[in-house]
C-alpha cells in the first residue's frame, strides 16, 4: 500500500510506517490480506463491543439496506429511528427525554455544547462559560477541540478555539481542589460543564472516582449549570456498566453517546437532552429552533444496526460477558504489574492501563517503538504515548487475552534490555 493516495488519521505518512491491510474480520480478531490473523486488543478504537460482523448486527444492515437507504431528516422521520429513539429512552437516565441524531462523537459533542449555549440564549440569561476538565478530549472538531486539552493535538488550530475553564483532573487525594475549582467556575455562572465520567480516555485512561463524579454533579445542579457526561467512549458497558454516570448515582443534562451504539459496526450518536433544554428551543418562533443537521442524520441503515445492538443488550447476556472479560482483566493485569517497568496499573470494567517506564507526553518515542513491535507480533494496541491500555470486544476469549498480556510482558522485557 506504498503508493497510496490515502491520508490517514494520526499518522505521519513522513516516517514510513507499515499500514497493513485489513481484508476481513470477525469477533476479536483481523485477518490480514497477507494471510495474518490480528488480534484486536483495542476494539478497533474503542467502536467495536459484541465483536466484529456481529450476525444480528449485519443482518439487520443488510436488510434495512435494501428497504430504504436513506432520507432528509429535517421534517421526515422513519422506523429505525423512531424504535431507537423509543428503545434509547427505556434504558438510559429518565431524565433524558429527548434524542438528537448525529454522526460521530465529535458531533454528539459540538450538538451537546450548542444545545447548552442555546439553552440560556433562549432563556435570556447571559452564560457563556464553558467548564471542562484537564486532560480531557471530546474530539477532533473545533468545539470539541475547544474543550479538550490543548497541546500538540491542536495547537496549529489555536486561532479558531475558544476559552473556557479548565478544573484540575482530581488525582487522588487531591479531589478536593478539583471541586473547589469546579465550585468556583458554577459560582461564577457557567452555563456548562463537560466530563468524561470516570475515566479520560485519550488523556491516558486516567480513573477517579464515583463519589467525585457525584459530588461535580451536585455542585453543578446547585448552581444551574448544566451538566454534560460525555460518555462517548465509557458508555455501553466499558466500565463495567451500561454507563458510568450509574456508578454515581448521576442523571446528566445532555448525554453524549456514539462509538458502541451500533456496537460499532457502523457511525452513528445521539445527544440525549432534558426536557428543559428541549422546552428552551420549543416556540412558536422559527428563529429559537436548534440549527444543527448533517446530510445523513439518523440515517436509517445505521438506526437499524444500533436497534439491533439494543436487542443484543436485551436478549443476551451482555452484563455478564463485560464482567467476565472485566475480572479476566483485572487477574492478567495484576500478574502484569510485578514487571519492574510497569508504572499505576489501573483497570475500570473491562478497560485495563498501565504506564511503562517513566517516559511522558504524547509523543514519546517510546510509542511507536511498542506500537511496531505490538504490529510485528499480530496484537493491535496503540500507546498513548508510554501509556498502554487493553480494551478488546466482550467475546474476546481468555486464551486470546493471555496472548495480548504476553505480548505486552514481551515487549516490556525488549524495552527494559534496551534501556
Not at 513522513?14 to 470477525?26: F, H, K, T
Not at 438510559?92 to 441524531?101: K, Q
Not at 487475552?401 to 505486552?408: K, P, Y
Request: charged share 20%; aromatic share 8%; hydrophobic share 45%.
Amino acid at each position: 500500500m506504498s503508493h497510496s493516495p490515502i491520508w490517514h488519521p494520526f499518522t505521519q505518512h513522513g516516517l514510513g510506517e507499515p499500514i497493513p491491510e485489513v481484508a476481513r474480520a470477525e469477533d476479536a480478531e483481523l485477518h490480514l490480506a497477507d494471510g495474518a490473523t490480528v488480534i484486536d486488543a483495542i476494539s478497533s478504537w474503542w467502536v467495536t463491543t459484541h465483536g466484529h460482523a456481529h450476525p444480528r448486527i449485519a443482518a439487520a444492515i443488510a436488510e434495512q439496506a435494501a428497504r430504504l437507504d436513506q432520507i432528509i431528516f429535517a421534517g421526515w422521520t422513519h422506523e429505525p429511528a423512531e424504535r431507537l429513539a423509543v428503545g434509547l429512552r427505556a434504558i438510559m437516565p429518565d431524565n433524558l427525554t429527548r434524542v438528537f441524531f448525529s454522526d460521530s462523537g465529535s458531533t454528539s459533542v459540538e450538538v451537546a455544547l450548542k444545545m447548552a449555549l442555546g439553552y440560556w440564549r433562549n432563556r435570556g440569561e447571559p452564560r457563556e462559560r464553558i467548564v471542562v476538565m484537564d486532560n480531557g478530549y471530546h474530539g477532533d472538531t473545533i468545539g470539541t477541540m475547544s474543550v479538550g486539552a490543548r497541546g500538540a493535538f491542536n495547537r496549529a488550530y489555536e486561532p479558531l478555539l475558544f476559552d473556557v475553564t479548565s478544573i484540575p483532573f482530581p488525582h487522588e487525594d487531591a479531589e478536593q481542589a478539583t471541586l473547589d475549582a469546579l465550585e468556583a467556575a458554577c459560582r461564577d455562572g457557567a452555563a456548562a460543564f463537560i466530563v468524561e465520567p470516570l475515566v479520560l480516555g485519550a488523556g491516558g485512561m486516567l480513573v477517579y472516582g464515583a463519589e467525585t463524579l457525584a459530588e461535580m454533579r451536585r455542585i453543578c445542579a446547585s448552581h444551574g449549570t448544566l451538566f454534560i457526561a460525555d460518555e462517548v467512549m465509557t458508555g455501553w458497558g466499558r466500565t463495567g456498566t451500561l454507563l458510568a454516570c450509574e456508578q454515581a448515582g448521576v442523571e446528566p443534562d445532555i448525554l453524549c453517546l456514539s462509538k458502541g451504539l451500533t456496537g460499532g459496526a457502523i457511525p452513528l450518536a445521539v445527544t440525549m437532552a432534558s426536557e428543559a433544554v428541549y422546552q428552551a428551543h420549543y416556540a412558536p418562533d422559527r428563529s429559537r429552533m436548534f440549527f444543527h443537521s448533517s446530510s445523513y442524520t439518523a440515517n436509517p441503515i445505521a438506526c437499524a444496526a444500533a436497534c439491533a445492538n439494543l436487542d443484543i443488550w436485551r436478549e443476551e447476556p451482555v452484563a455478564e460477558r463485560i464482567a467476565l472479560l472485566a475480572e479476566r482483566q483485572a487477574a492478567r493485569l495484576a500478574d502484569l504489574a510485578r514487571h519492574p517497568l510497569i508504572r499505576n496499573p489501573r483497570r475500570i470494567g473491562t478497560i485495563a492501563a498501565f504506564d511503562v517506564g517513566d517516559a511522558q507526553g504524547y509523543l514519546s518515542d517510546l510509542a511507536p517503538r511498542m506500537l511496531a513491535m505490538f504490529r510485528e507480533r499480530d496484537v493491535l494496541l496503540r500507546p498513548l504515548g508510554n501509556t498502554v491500555y487493553v480494551m478488546p470486544p466482550y467475546c474476546t476469549t481468555s486464551d486470546q487475552l493471555d496472548a495480548v498480556f504476553a505480548t505486552v510482558r514481551e515487549v516490556c522485557e525488549i524495552v527494559e534490555r534496551s534501556t
